[in-house]
């Protein structure tokens, strides 16, 4: 049988698992909030990572409730937590593309407990290759309850600069080939100056993703990226884990 039938029954069986990545403040190194990401716990072929499991989602045409399904996950876990978090969620671009999805999304935020200020929407540039008026359309409406939205993934793939003005962003997550090499290479650090600048000459926060040594986090803060989010300290984890962190640097 094929993984696009079984994710039918994958729901339902509680096999979709939503873990939650910490990010951390540069200026106070404390843990500030987390972006949550999804997996598949299969049965036989073990963990199912987010992207191919939403490849799956979209052959079996079933986008639209998995993500409606692990963002109502994400937030009936995250409104145990202290108020001063926030939960970033990753939207696709055909979810976006759909005029029925700001209305769905702000109605599963307005029954949960969380406040939509608290919350981040994280979008791809992908959007861009549909409908712009559509996408603007969407986020326009989506922060009109008082969200964030932050471009994800920037620097992994074509970076249109003219498209950043035009959406309504608050933030862009630099992906982590941006990060890799900035304490090896110099054009890599001036690359990721440069953009930082752009950021915030734009009034966006910068947040630095794939974070994985000390190098590399202290280059981060010192450029100005207001948070970030990598292995150095925090892989994804369940919600019970996150709130021992936090337990724990109490
Ligand atoms: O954690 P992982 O490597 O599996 O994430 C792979 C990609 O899948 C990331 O780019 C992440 O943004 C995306 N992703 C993770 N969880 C979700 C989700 O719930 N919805 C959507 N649309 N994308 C997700
Ligand atoms: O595309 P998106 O950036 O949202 O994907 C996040 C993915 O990156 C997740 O699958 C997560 O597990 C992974 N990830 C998070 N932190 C690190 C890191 O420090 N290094 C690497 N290589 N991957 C990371
Ligand atoms: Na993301
Ligand atoms: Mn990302």
């Known amino acids: 049988?094929?993984?696009?039938?079984?994710?039918?029954?994958?729901?339902?069986?509680?096999?979709?698992?939503?873990?939650?990545?910490?990010?951390?403040?540069?200026?106070?190194?404390?843990?500030?909030?987390?972006?949550?990401?999804?997996?598949?716990?299969?049965?036989?072929?073990?963990?199912?990572?987010?992207?191919?499991?939403?490849?799956?989602?979209?052959k079996a045409r079933l986008v639209a409730p998995l993500s409606r399904h692990v963002v109502a996950q994400a937030l009936e876990q995250a409104c145990h937590w202290p108020q001063h978090?926030?939960?970033?969620?990753?939207?696709?671009?055909?979810?976006?593309?759909?005029?029925?999805?700001?209305?769905?999304?702000?109605?599963?935020?307005?029954?949960?407990?969380?406040?939509?200020?608290?919350?981040?929407?994280?979008i791809t540039e992908d959007v861009l290759l549909g409908d712009l008026d559509t996408a603007a359309e969407a986020l326009a409406a989506l922060k009109k309850t008082g969200m964030r939205v932050a471009l994800d993934d920037f620097g992994a793939g074509f970076c249109n600069f003219h498209y950043l003005k035009l959406l309504p962003l608050d933030a862009l997550k630099l992906d982590r080939v941006m990060v890799q090499g900035i304490c090896e290479d110099e054009r890599d650090l001036a690359v990721l100056r440069a953009i930082v600048t752009m950021a915030h000459a734009l009034g966006l926060d910068v947040v630095a993703e794939g974070v994985e040594t000390d190098g590399q986090r202290d280059v981060i803060v010192s450029e100005g990226c207001a948070?970030?989010?990598?292995?150095?300290?925090?892989a994804p984890m369940r919600s019970n884990a996150l709130l021992q962190m936090l337990g724990d640097a109490a």
């Open 227 to 234: 948070y970030w989010q990598g292995f150095l300290r925090a």
């Open 85 to 122: 978090l926030t939960l970033s969620l990753n939207v696709t671009p055909e979810e976006i593309a759909d005029a029925e999805f700001a209305r769905e999304f702000a109605s599963l935020i307005g029954r949960s407990s969380m406040s939509p200020k608290r919350l981040t929407m994280e």
């Open 1 to 58: 049988r094929s993984l696009e039938s079984e994710l039918v029954k994958a729901f339902g069986q509680g096999e979709i698992e939503v873990l939650f990545q910490p990010q951390f403040s540069s200026a106070s190194e404390e843990l500030i909030g987390a972006e949550a990401l999804a997996r598949w716990q299969h049965p036989t072929l073990g963990e199912i990572g987010a992207r191919d499991l939403f490849n799956i989602a979209e």
